[in-house]
């Protein structure tokens, strides 16, 4: 049975944990901001010097459908949501009513249980994402791209892409040299970022891989060889694209097919 209260951590249901455990509401959060400003000299006003976003909370609050007599039965279950709430640091929450969409999880919080004999006590669990502040979804979109480039020279193509969400997001990136000679170079460009990679040395059918880690971090490997420190300086931190159609541009001096792809984040 499909549950719009549902609750899914590493794939594994809350209500499932005890057959006495009834969900009872779900506050999915929103992206909390950190913004600064200074004022206008106009003394009317202000300038917006940095905006963010910090971390996102997630609430679940759930009842134990047992009379005030079980006492053992009663904590028995809310130790087993315990367990499966507190397995949650590093894994992926999802709701019932949104599969499409999903949450990586950095901290749980769960609220002292107060007194079992209370029949119609609630009980809490928070979770705390932080790296990824944002509701992400559970797959990605991708186009699959390339460019033939039979004398060597260097040549930008650009190509469109719809990008999903609300907020800004991060490419990921698997280019594979299809030319008889080794590619050397390549710059990527999303109009609000850019990276180039010097120094390479991909040979025929090899694969240079940007990608990033569940909670964010930026990956750079050609092969099995880790080439992050071969960006070039003044660069961007990461692949950022925001939401919308974009234009994304791959500047190389090798034919080469991409297969490009994101995952949509939702305040």
């Known amino acids: 049975m499909i549950l719009s209260r549902r609750?899914?951590?590493?794939?594994?249901?809350?209500?499932?944990?005890?057959?006495?455990?009834?969900?009872?509401?779900?506050?999915?959060?929103?992206?909390?901001?950190?913004?600064?400003?200074?004022?206008?000299?106009?003394?009317?006003?202000?300038?917006?010097?940095?905006?963010?976003?910090?971390?996102?909370?997630?609430?679940?609050?759930?009842?134990?459908?047992l009379p005030k007599r079980q006492l053992e039965a009663r904590r028995r279950a809310y130790e087993a949501a315990c367990a499966w709430a507190m397995s949650g640091r590093g894994k992926w929450l999802s709701l019932g009513f949104d599969s499409y969409r999903r949450l990586y999880v950095d901290r749980v919080e769960i609220a002292e249980p107060s007194d079992f004999w209370d029949w119609t006590n609630d009980y809490t669990i928070t979770f705390h994402a932080v790296s990824v502040p944002f509701w992400q979804d559970s797959a990605p979109t991708a186009i699959m791209v390339g460019m033939m480039n039979p004398d060597g020279t260097e040549q930008t193509s650009p190509y469109a892409m719809t990008i999903p969400g609300h907020v800004r997001t991060v490419l990921n990136m698997s280019i594979s040299n299809e030319s008889s000679s080794a590619l050397t170079y390549i710059t990527i460009s999303t109009g609000i970022s850019t990276i180039t990679l010097n120094g390479l040395s991909m040979a025929s059918g090899r694969s240079l891989v940007i990608s990033h880690t569940d909670n964010g971090l930026l990956q750079i490997k050609a092969?099995?060889?880790?080439?992050?420190?071969?960006?070039?300086?003044?660069?961007?931190?990461?692949?950022?694209?925001?939401?919308?159609?974009?234009?994304?541009?791959?500047?190389?001096?090798?034919?080469?097919?991409?297969?490009?792809s994101c995952y949509g984040r939702y305040v």
Request: aromatic share 6%; net charge negative.
């Open 223 to 260: 092969g099995s060889e880790n080439v992050y420190g071969k960006q070039a300086a003044g660069g961007s931190t990461d692949l950022y694209v925001d939401p919308g159609d974009q234009e994304i541009s791959i500047t190389t001096n090798r034919g080469f097919i991409a297969d490009i």
């Open 7 to 65: 609750v899914i951590l590493d794939g594994k249901q809350l209500d499932q944990q005890d057959a006495a455990i009834v969900v009872r509401s779900v506050q999915t959060g929103t992206s909390k901001t950190n913004v600064q400003m200074t004022p206008l000299m106009s003394g009317i006003g202000q300038r917006i010097t940095s905006l963010g976003y910090s971390e996102l909370v997630v609430t679940v609050r759930f009842a134990i459908d």
